[in-house]
């Protein structure tokens, strides 16, 4: 999520296809002309950062935040933030291990993204009243036979 923001930021600051070019800017209001900067094959910002410098910072933030947590819930343990941070940095130096749980974080991560949607609250909240709606129409139909047991009430089909 923080590297879609990094790269949107990104690429709201590099200058459009339809700004004006500063040489062209109110001076010649008959014939304006465009910039196109729509084909480069680098994100650049003003202050000259590119796509593999947005990738090795959303990576270091990413182990840094990583870091915290992990240390976090060592001391939430009760273990002293000395060992926290000795046996995190144990931890994330294995690659095979740091890996996996890296991985399997940014999945948990795009998994509650994905349920923050409007669509979900829809969804569960159809389903509540779906369920509500049968059950209120199974306990009806229920009191309604036991009130016309033979049949002959205000609706004749049920």
């Not at 459009?16 to 910039?35: C, E, H, I, W, Y």
């Not at 009760?78 to 095979?96: C, H, M, N, T």
């Not at 569960?124 to 033979?150: C, E, R, W």
């Amino acid at each position: 999520m923080k590297l879609i923001l990094l790269q949107l930021l990104a690429l709201l600051s590099v200058s459009s296809a339809f700004t004006p070019s500063t040489s062209t800017l109110r001076t010649n209001l008959a014939k304006p002309q465009f910039t196109s900067n729509l084909f480069s094959s680098t994100i650049e910002t003003n202050d000259g950062v590119t796509e593999e410098d947005l990738a090795l910072q959303n990576k270091n933030q990413e182990m840094e935040e990583v870091k915290a947590e992990l240390v976090a819930k060592y001391v939430a343990a009760g273990k002293s933030e000395e060992y926290a941070k000795q046996e995190v940095d144990k931890f994330l130096s294995d690659p095979d291990r740091s890996e996996k749980y890296i991985e399997m974080r940014r999945y948990a991560k795009a998994q509650a993204d994905e349920l923050m949607g409007f669509e979900s609250i829809l969804v569960i909240g159809g389903a509540f009243f779906l369920g509500l709606g049968g059950n209120v129409l199974i306990k009806y139909i229920s009191a309604y036979k036991d009130v016309y047991p033979d049949g002959n009430g205000p609706i004749p089909f049920i």
